[in-house]
C-alpha cells in the first residue's frame, strides 16, 4: 500500500493544489492530514474542502483548534492570532465544525498520525530532540508515527546509527508542511509510504508563492505571513 501524508497546510491554497497535483501522478491508495490545515494564510474554506474530499482522515492540529473552538488562541504569536480570527470568519459552520470535531490521533492502514506527538498529543509537544523523540516510541504501537507540527523534515528512528527507513526499526516521521515551510527550502513538503517496500520518500514541490502571497496582501492579513514563504521560515 502506497500512502501520501501531507500536513501544516495552513490555508495556503497555491501551495495544496500544487501538492495534490504531485500526489495524484504518484498512484497512492490514501492521502492521510496531519492537522494544522487552516491558520497563517488566506483560503481556509477551499483547504477544508480540498482536505474534506481528497483525505482518508485527519487529525487536529493547535491551529485548527484555535480557529474551530477558540481553545489556545491566546497562546499564538500575534500575527497567528490575527489569521486565526480571519479564518474563523472565512468558515462556514459546517466546516468550523468539522476542524472542531478532528481527532487528535489516527491509526489506520498501520499506520499512526497525529499533529504533534503521539504522547499526550494534546499539549502539542514539538519533537526536536533526542530525548523528547524517545520519549514518544512508547506512545504508540504501529512501526511508523507520522507527525508534523514543527514544519521540518525529519526521520527518527528508535535506535541509534539508522540512517535509512528499513524494515525491523520503528520511526516517528516528520513529513514536513505543504503551507508553510520552515527548513529555508521555501517549496511545499509532503511525504509518500510504501509499505510493501518500505520505502519513505519526502517530496519537495515547487507552487506560486508568490500567488498566496498576494492572497495575503488581498486578505489584509500581517505582511511578515507572506514574506517567510518567500524564504521559506
Ligand atoms: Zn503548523
Redesign the pocket.
Known sequence: MRVAII??I?SNLQALTAVLRSIGTRKVDAIYCL??IV??GADPATCVELVRKECKASVR???DQAVALDHGLDWLPKDARKAAIHNRLALSDAQLEFLGRLEYTHVGDGFTFV?ASPKNPHQWTRVESLHVALDQFEAFDTEICFM????LPAVLSDKMGVLRVREGNRYLINVG?V??PRDHDPRASYGVFDSDSFHYELVRVPYDVEGAIDRIKSERLPRRLGKRLRVGE
Open positions: 500536513s501544516d495552513h492537522g494544522d491558520g497563517y492540529g493547535n491551529h499533529h508534523g507540527h514543527t514544519h508542511s503551507g508553510q
